[in-house]
C-alpha cells in the first residue's frame, strides 16, 4: 500500500517507487509460488517412497508362486535321504532341481550332473509306482 500515500511524493519517483513495490510482490509472488512448488515436489517424492516402501516389504514377506535358487550345491546328496525334489521355474536365472532331505534340508542341485539325474530318476519311478493304476 506504499504507493497510494505516495501521492505527496513527485510523480516521476512515485512511478519509480510504484515500480519498486510492483516488483518486490512480483518477486514475493515468486517465492510463495516456488516454495508451493518445492512442498508438491516433496510431497510427491514422500508418497513415491512410500509407494516403493509397501511394495518392497509385501514383496519379501509375501508367498511367491516362484522359487529360484542362488547357487547349486555341488557335492553329491545320497539318494537314500532324498524324499522329493521340485525344479526350479523357467523364469529363475538358474535351471535347478530342489531336494528335498528325509531330516527336512533343501538343497538346490545342478540338473545335469549323472548323481542328480539318478535319484530323479528313482524318485520319479517310486511315484509312478505308487500312483493306482486306473481299471
Not at 510427491?44 to 542362488?70: D, F, H, K, M, R
Amino acid at each position: 500500500m506504499a504507493g497510494l500515500s505516495s501521492s505527496v511524493i513527485p510523480a516521476g519517483r512515485s512511478r519509480y517507487r510504484l515500480n519498486i513495490n510492483i516488483q518486490t510482490t512480483n518477486s514475493s509472488l515468486q517465492s510463495a509460488s516456488s516454495l508451493s512448488s518445492i512442498v508438491a515436489k516433496m510431497k510427491t517424492l514422500i508418497a513415491l517412497t512410500a509407494v516403493v516402501l509397501i511394495v518392497a516389504v509385501n514383496a519379501q514377506y509375501s508367498p511367491t508362486t516362484t522359487e529360484c535358487c542362488p547357487k547349486h550345491y555341488l557335492s553329491p546328496i545320497p539318494g537314500k535321504k532324498v524324499v522329493s525334489y521340485i525344479t526350479t521355474s523357467s523364469r529363475c536365472n538358474l535351471k535347478a532341481h530342489v531336494f528335498t532331505t528325509v531330516a527336512g534340508k533343501v538343497w538346490c542341485v545342478d540338473p545335469d550332473l549323472d548323481w542328480v539325474q539318478k535319484i530323479v530318476t528313482k524318485l520319479d519311478e517310486k511315484n509312478t509306482a505308487a500312483t493306482p493304476t486306473k481299471l
